[in-house]
């Protein structure tokens, strides 16, 4: 039985672990507020070259969105893609174990 249902478990297993990991992690900062990896990165090679963060520029020009309303729209369709892509793969999983 579980040899059946190895993958679906490795998948369980995968996202209990990073739970896991995202709330210890966030236990122990107490007072860390959440910033993403471009900002810990800039600010690390300003401090390494000694300029400030202003005088990078981009390779790639950032389009930032009008609003916040219209930021969020383009996160949630983002996350609708990616569930309809995870769902497509799951049901194709399940499709070729009815046919075998």
């Known amino acids: ?5 190895r993958l679906e478990i490795l998948t369980i297993l995968a996202i209990l672990g990073f739970c896991a990991l995202f709330l210890y ?5 107490n007072e860390a507020e959440f910033a993403g990896a471009d900002t810990q990165g800039s600010a690390l090679v300003a401090e390494i070259t000694g300029k400030s963060e202003e ?3 981009p390779l790639i ?3 930032s969105p009008p609003s916040g309303e219209i930021e969020a729209g383009i996160f949630a369709l983002q996350a609708a893609i990616g ?3 995870v769902g497509w793969v799951f049901g194709y999983w399940k499709g070729q174990k009815k046919t075998a």
């Not at 039985?1 to 249902?5: S, T």
């Not at 992690?25 to 900062?29: A, L």
């Open 61 to 63: 020009w950032q389009w």
């Open 83 to 85: 569930g309809i892509m």
């Open 1 to 5: 039985m579980a040899f059946k249902y």
């Open 25 to 29: 992690t966030s236990s122990i900062m």
């Open 55 to 57: 005088e990078f520029q």
